[in-house]
């Protein structure tokens, strides 16, 4: 089995000595940690990555999705390295399902916006792809607690959550997730990719089938609609991704159901 050494990078405000504290929108600091790391391959997951936080502090979001991945790109493609920017299903404007990649990106979120023009970053570069994850759910890979943490405790303590039944998206869990980013910086595929889950799924039932397998009462789990909250930009309603050049390339890669991806180890 090949082997590979990975060198991490996380926020400024870091404590962790296993990963490298850098901030993306210190020119300095990426190409001091880039020269540094020297790496052959990027996986560029670092973003303001919340839509509300993004509608909030767009300077910082357009610093951080956009300027900080043109700065890579550029170390990158100059060197002749492999860049992976992952990007986002809410680049679309969420009016039809199974969107595919060629299917016009029409982002209506500010976050959305600031990940389609970090992609237009990348667009025809050697080496350079944008793969598009959809909603990532599982218990959290790092010691920070994920929404979907937070909401499994709170079901955990027998408190009833509501969760919209008419947005839908193709949820991946976490650790097939971060397989597909793997495979894909070891092929040499570039431009566009969606990597999804094999369903089309609201929500709720993401969220009443994740309580089912972990063996909460999804009962708990109760339904509301978009409508029932006033959010400071619309959402996208419909987000769902067509997986399919991913499939084919990669025809072993795992993209389980819910119940197979929460199973106990």
Same mark, same amino acid.
């Given at each position: 089995?090949?082997?590979?050494?990975?060198?991490?990078?996380?926020?400024?405000?870091?404590?962790?000595?296993?990963?490298?504290?850098?901030?993306?929108?210190?020119?300095?600091?990426?190409?001091?940690?880039?020269?540094?790391?020297?790496?052959?391959?990027?996986?560029?997951?670092?973003?303001?990555?919340t839509a509300d936080r993004a509608f909030r502090e767009p300077r910082l979001a357009h610093a951080v999705n956009v300027v900080a991945t043109g700065r890579i790109a550029d170390w990158c493609v100059g060197r002749g390295r492999r860049l992976i920017l992952v990007s986002t299903d809410l680049v679309f404007d969420g009016r039809a399902s199974w969107r595919r990649e060629q299917d016009p990106a029409q982002p209506i /979120?500010? %976050? #959305?916006? =600031?990940?389609?023009?970090?992609?237009?970053?990348? $667009?025809?570069?050697? &080496?350079? *792809?944008? @793969?598009?994850?959809? /909603?990532? %759910? #599982?218990? =959290?890979?790092?010691?920070?607690?994920?929404?979907? $943490?937070?909401?499994? &405790?709170? *079901?955990? @303590?027998?408190?009833?959550?509501?969760?919209?039944?008419?947005?839908?998206?193709?949820?991946?869990?976490?650790?097939?997730?971060?397989?597909? *980013?793997? @495979?894909?910086?070891?092929?040499?595929?570039?431009?566009?990719?969606?990597?999804?889950?094999?369903?089309?799924?609201?929500?709720?039932?993401?969220?009443?089938?994740?309580?089912?397998?972990?063996?909460?009462?999804?009962?708990?789990?109760?339904?509301?609609?978009?409508?029932?909250?006033?959010?400071?930009?619309?959402?996208?309603?419909?987000?769902?991704?067509?997986?399919?050049?991913?499939?084919?390339?990669?025809?072993?890669?795992?993209?389980?159901?819910?119940?197979?991806?929460?199973?106990?180890?």
């Amino acid at each position: 089995m090949t082997t590979h050494e990975v060198a991490l990078w996380s926020g400024p405000s870091t404590r962790d000595p296993a990963m490298r504290p850098v901030d993306l929108t210190d020119s300095g600091a990426v190409e001091s940690a880039l020269a540094a790391d020297d790496p052959a391959v990027v996986i560029h997951a670092a973003a303001v990555s919340t839509a509300d936080r993004a509608f909030r502090e767009p300077r910082l979001a357009h610093a951080v999705n956009v300027v900080a991945t043109g700065r890579i790109a550029d170390w990158c493609v100059g060197r002749g390295r492999r860049l992976i920017l992952v990007s986002t299903d809410l680049v679309f404007d969420g009016r039809a399902s199974w969107r595919r990649e060629q299917d016009p990106a029409q982002p209506i /979120l500010e %976050y #959305g916006r =600031t990940k389609r023009a970090a992609e237009e970053l990348l $667009d025809h570069r050697p &080496g350079c *792809l944008s @793969a598009r994850l959809s /909603l990532l %759910y #599982g218990p =959290t890979p790092c010691k920070r607690p994920s929404f979907f $943490d937070q909401a499994m &405790g709170t *079901l955990r @303590a027998g408190i009833p959550q509501a969760f919209f039944i008419d947005e839908y998206r193709t949820p991946l869990d976490y650790a097939s997730a971060a397989a597909a *980013l793997v @495979a894909l910086a070891l092929s040499d595929l570039t431009g566009l990719v969606h990597v999804g889950g094999p369903e089309r799924l609201s929500r709720f039932d993401l969220m009443r089938r994740a309580a089912r397998a972990l063996g909460i009462d999804p009962k708990l789990v109760l339904a509301n609609h978009l409508r029932d909250i006033v959010f400071p930009e619309p959402r996208p309603a419909d987000v769902s991704l067509d997986s399919s050049l991913f499939v084919a390339t990669f025809p072993s890669a795992s993209r389980p159901k819910i119940e197979q991806a929460l199973e106990a180890p």
